[in-house]
Every structure is written in C-alpha cells, then in structure tokens.
C-alpha cells in the first residue's frame, strides 16, 4: 500500500515539480512516499506539517489523508486519528466526495472515544457525524448524532454546543417541525448572545423568523426582521437588508397586503446595485417582481422583470434545476400570454415538485395556478376538482390552527384559573391570621390578669402555643407557593401526556386515511402543544442559574418594549439553592409585570449581587410611585402581598420605598 502510493505521488511531484516555493517540500514527500528510511513517527510529523502549509489545497489531499489516517491508526493515536477524521470530513477535494465514506471514518473513529481525553475533538466527531447524515436528508439520525456531540463537549465548549443547537433545528427545520426547530434555535441563539457572537445569532434569527412565517406567525416574523434590517443597516450590509425586506414583501403577499408589498420591492429596487455575490437573490426578486405584475394583469411589466431574472440564471445552473419559484412564475407568464397548454403543463410540474416539500405556501399557490389554467383550458372538471382540494387543505390548515389557539387559551386558562384558588387561599389565610392575632391580644389580657393573681405557668404555655400557630400559618403560606409551581409542572405534563397523546392518535387514524397534508398539519399541532407544555416552566432557569436567566429576562424586555434598561448582574453560580434561584427568578419577574403595568415608567435599574453573606436583589423604577400602606391593605392589590411570601418562602427580607409622583424601589435580601 505504502509503494504504490510512492508510484502515484512520484508522478505527481514530477508534474508539478517546477513550481516555485514546492521545489523544497518535494524531497520530503518523495522521501516520505519512496520510503526514505523514515518511521512511522517521523513521516506522520512530516505529512501533518506538509498539509497544514501546502497539501490542504492540493487536489491529491484526499490520499494525503488516508495515508494520515492510516498512520495514527496503527500508531495507535485516538487522537490525532479523530482530528484527521474530521479533517477527512470538512474535504472538498476529488475522491472524499461520498457521505457514506466520511460517515464509515467517523463512526471508526468514535469507537474509540473513551480513549479521547480532549472534549472539543470527542464532540466534534458527533457533530460532524450529524452534518453527514444532514448532507443525505437523512435528519432523524443528524438529529440524533447532534445531541451526542452536545452531551460531549464540556464546559469550555460553548460555541460548540451552540452550533449543534443550530444545526439540529435546521434539521428540524427540514422535517417540518416548528416547535422543536424553534426551541433549538432559541437556545443557540441565546448562547451566541451570551458569547457575542452576532454574525451568528443573526443567522439564527434569520431561521426563526422564516419558521414564524411559514406557519402564519407573521407579527412575530416581522418583528425578528425589523431587527435584522436594523443590525445589517449599522454594520453595511445592504445585500442582507435587501433579503430581509424581500422575506418581509413575501409576508406581505401571503396576507393580501399588495399596496405594501408592492412598496417593499420597491424599497429594493432603490438600494440597486448590490454586491456581485447577491446575483442570486436578485433571481428571486426580479421573479417575485415579475409574479406581482403577473397578477395585476399588466403583462409588459411582468414579461420585463421576468426577462432580467432569465438573464441572470444561466449564472446559476442549480437554480433552473432545483428552484420551483421560476416554474411558477412562467406558469404564470404563459397564462397571461393567452398560452393555457404550456401554462397548465407548467403549472402541473410546480405542483409535482411542491409536493415533495412541506411548504404550505408554494402548496397553496400551486393549486391555484393549476385551478386557473384548468379553467383557462375549458377542462372544467379538472379545475373544479383541484378547486376542492384546496379547499379541503385549506380547511385542515384552519382545523390545526384552531386546536392549537383552543390548546393555548385552555393552558392559559387553567393557569389563571390555578393561580385565583392559591391567591383565594392566601386571603383565608390572611384572614385567619388577623383572628389569630385578635386571639392572642385576647389571650394576653387574660394571661395578663392570670399573671397579676399568680398564673405564670399559663401564660408561658399560651405564648408557646402562639408562636407554633404562627409556624404553621408561615408553612402553610410556604407550601402554597410550592403548590403552584408543581401545579404548574403538572398542567405540563397533562398537555403534554393528555391532549398531546389524543392528538397523536387522530393522526394515526388521519395516517390511515392516507391524508398527509392533515398527517403533517396534526405534527405541528403535536409540536406546537408539547412547546406550550415545556413554557410553563422556566427552563432557562434551570439551563443557566439565575444570573444568566435574569439576565435574558431584562435583555428581553429591553428589546421588546421602549424602556430603559440598565443591569448590574453578578454571577452567583452555586451560591443559591434551587428553591431560592426559583422564587428570586420569580419576584423579578412580578416586579416587572407590576412595572409594566402600574408605574407608568420609562426606565428601570435592576441589580443582583452578593454583600458579605447575603445576595440583595434591587429593583428601581421612575414611574408614578403608591402609598405603600395603603396599597398593602387594598387586597384587590395581590402583588404585593404574594411577594412577601415569597420573601418569606426562603428566610428572606422584603424592603419597599415608594412615594406617589417619585418612583419605587424594593430591596429583596436573601441570607446565604
């Protein structure tokens, strides 16, 4: 094997012997692959020197790299043979073109793992197994081989962990599952903020908000956009702002906004010329442009744009052979040129290749088209027949869309509904302690009188027993609050396991039904329900402790609404205990919900930190401030009173300073 490899490469060398800066490096290789006396050691240490410096870019590397395999697999190296496996993976060079190759080396190589002491090359392996898998649509199994490699890396891996998040929500992505890609995306995005990594949370955002409009979430779409269109304005990056607004001018189709779509190209068309590298995207404008015009009737406009978008595509062979957007905007050329043959023939070809995706759009539109040019044709048969098919698709979409809205209120209603009963406890339990204080004074004047004739012993036995009803008062209080968040685990679960299990069998009957548009409209319903489901509780929390949690918290609210925000966070990590994270997580969030509604204020300052054996948690607004005492006694006020519970819950103090017309502040102190 190591001579015939010598033959190859001589030949090699000797073609291209003549180039300058290679005449040096020859000897070695020809001394490496001539045999030259050299051990294994010493011609591994060459060839990974010769690649790194010159071989990467050869078009031979590929047996550069199995030779490299193949000397630290019989060095035994676990190692450096997982680093050239990759290595072999990430090649684009002739003859390490085939997935199935790469995913052969990779799982060799992970057989040897537990000899790998190094996280980033043990999770890496995973991660570019999962990538092999993605390459050949297979994405069950990507999916799978991505939580691998997170499970892997270790604590300095963050970036790593990040993009297998990423990654695995493309690849949910691609199976039309909106709510496992969209927490994935979520949770990458979160870390590349926590790394300020913006490119990449950029291309996360972009993902999200593409998800959010493929199921008709358009609100959230464009607000996700806006925010794009706002970073690429700062940073330059007008090809970006012109694919962000032309996603936007989509979105805007889709609702029958034309005036506003039709405003939104033209906003593109202003910011003419972009950059050489977006030829590509303006393929899909000037056939979007075209498709605009195609529907107004105004065919001189619609054959122009369409006329520039055919010039630009021979630069893109790919693009005439995978892209279904050119078939539906010359279905619709041809429509209007009074050509229903070759329009109807078209349009049945975009059908065909829409159906392989799961694109409820291009669905719908291809329907449409091949509806209108039946017509057109006279074959009123067919077209009343692809008019009913999409209007039962259109049907099943609206019957997934009403269980999961009908899901949502229902968890928010039994939310709600749980959040009144404890909150109605805590006023009986108020009210008994107002009796139980009435008691005792009563019982101090009779003890009192008792003392003055001699009774001591009694009143020593009374006090006692008002302080252990206290206690229990106090535990009762405690336990009311553990009650609603395990009350809340439980709405979870119940979603999860009840109504999502009910949905998963209509699906199985909807599957024998060979209905596949319902079958994949009901996984989403699934998907959409066991998102709903893990929302309850705050996984953040638990995924990040309480700063990093406090932290997106107030990020959040600072992107979402007009108020200033300033954060003075410490990190705390294994300071608190879980219960105490929990109810300090839960009095920021109710101070800001009071915030938001009650104070009318424009800016808030919220600090987190330790002092000596306590952490103090501050919060301070510039709002229109209350009368504490008298807000206090006003029960219709809950707020304030469930976060003295709280308070209570985990041995802390409550400190609150408000004046009407001057602001408040609440100092939360916990004693560690």
Not at 54 to 62: H, K, N
């Amino acid at each position: 094997m190591q001579r015939t490899g010598g033959i190859l490469f001589a030949l090699f060398l000797f073609l291209i012997g003549f180039s300058t800066g290679f005449g040096q490096k020859k000897d070695s290789l020809e001394q490496v692959w001539n045999g030259g006396g050299l051990s294994h050691e010493a011609e591994l240490s060459t060839l990974e020197l010769l690649y790194g410096e010159t071989l990467e870019a050869d078009s031979l590397s590929g047996i550069y790299l199995r030779r490299l395999l193949e000397l630290t697999q019989s060095l035994e190296n676990p190692t450096k043979y997982a680093k050239w496996a990759i290595a072999f993976f990430q090649s684009q060079s002739p003859g390490t073109q085939s997935n199935e190759e790469k995913i052969a080396i990779l799982k060799d190589a992970i057989k040897r793992e537990d000899r790998i002491p190094d996280t980033r090359v043990k999770g890496n392996l995973f991660l570019k197994l999962g990538g092999a898998f993605f390459n050949l649509f297979q994405f069950d199994s990507a999916i799978t081989y991505y939580q691998l490699a997170i499970s892997r890396f270790g604590e300095k891996d963050s970036l790593y962990v990040a993009d297998a998040l990423f990654f695995s929500g493309q690849a949910s992505d691609y199976q039309g599952d909106l709510l496992n890609a969209m927490e994935k995306y979520q949770q990458a995005r979160d870390i590349y903020e926590l790394l300020g990594d913006e490119e990449y949370v950029n291309y996360v955002l972009g993902g999200m908000a593409i998800l959010f409009s493929r199921y008709g979430i358009y609100e959230e779409a464009d607000q996700i956009r806006e925010r794009l269109i706002q970073a690429h304005k700062a940073s330059g990056k007008t090809s970006e702002v012109g694919i962000q607004l032309y996603n936007r001018a989509e979105d805007l189709r889709k609702q029958g906004k034309y005036a506003e779509q039709l405003a939104t190209l033209r906003q593109i068309e202003k910011m003419m010329p972009l950059k050489p590298e977006s030829q590509y995207f303006l393929v899909m404008f000037h056939l979007s442009y075209a498709n605009f015009f195609g529907r107004l009737g105004d065919l001189g406009q619609q054959m122009n744009y369409f006329t520039k978008a055919k010039e630009m595509i021979p630069l893109f062979p790919e693009f005439q052979q995978n892209n279904s957007s050119l078939l539906f905007a010359e279905a619709l050329l041809k429509k209007n040129q009074r050509k229903p043959e070759e329009a109807n023939r078209l349009a049945l070809a975009y059908l065909e290749k829409v159906k392989q995706s799961k694109d409820m759009d291009h669905l719908i539109r291809a329907r449409e088209i091949v509806a209108e040019t039946y017509e057109d044709l006279g074959m009123q048969k067919e077209a009343a027949a692809t008019w009913k098919a999409l209007t039962q698709f259109k049907d099943s979409l609206n019957s997934v869309n009403q269980t999961t809205t009908f899901a949502y209120y229902q968890t928010l209603y039994e939310t709600e509904k749980k959040e009144l009963e404890i909150l109605n406890k805590t006023k009986e339990l108020e009210d008994a302690n107002l009796k139980s204080e009435a008691r005792t004074s009563l019982f101090l004047i009779i003890i009192g009188g008792l003392v003055i004739v001699g009774g001591g012993g009694f009143l020593t036995k009374s006090l006692q027993q008002a302080k252990k009803e206290k206690k229990l008062q106090e535990r009762f209080s405690h336990e009311l609050l553990n009650s609603q968040e395990e009350e809340r685990k439980r709405i979870s679960k119940d979603l999860h396991d009840g109504l999502g299990q009910s949905l998963l069998l209509i699906k199985n009957r909807v599957a024998l039904s060979q209905d596949e548009n319902a079958g994949e409209l009901l996984d989403t319903a699934i998907s959409e329900l066991r998102a709903i489901a893990r929302s309850l509780h705050p996984m953040q929390l638990e995924k990040l402790g309480l700063s990093k949690a406090a932290e997106q918290l107030l990020d959040q609210l600072d992107r979402e609404t007009e108020l200033f925000v300033s954060a003075e966070i410490e990190q705390l990590d294994k300071l608190l205990t879980k219960v105490q994270e929990l109810h300090l997580y839960r009095i920021l969030q109710e101070c800001l919900n009071n915030i938001l509604k009650h104070a009318e204020a424009s800016s808030i300052r919220v600090s987190l930190a330790q002092k000596e054996k306590e952490v103090q948690l501050k919060i301070e607004d510039n709002g229109r401030g209350f009368d504490f005492s008298e807000r206090y006694q006003d029960f219709q006020s809950l707020g304030l009173k469930t976060l003295k519970e709280r308070t209570a819950a985990i041995q802390g103090t409550m400190k609150v300073s408000s004046e009407k017309g001057k602001g408040s502040q609440f100092t939360f102190t916990v004693y560690v």
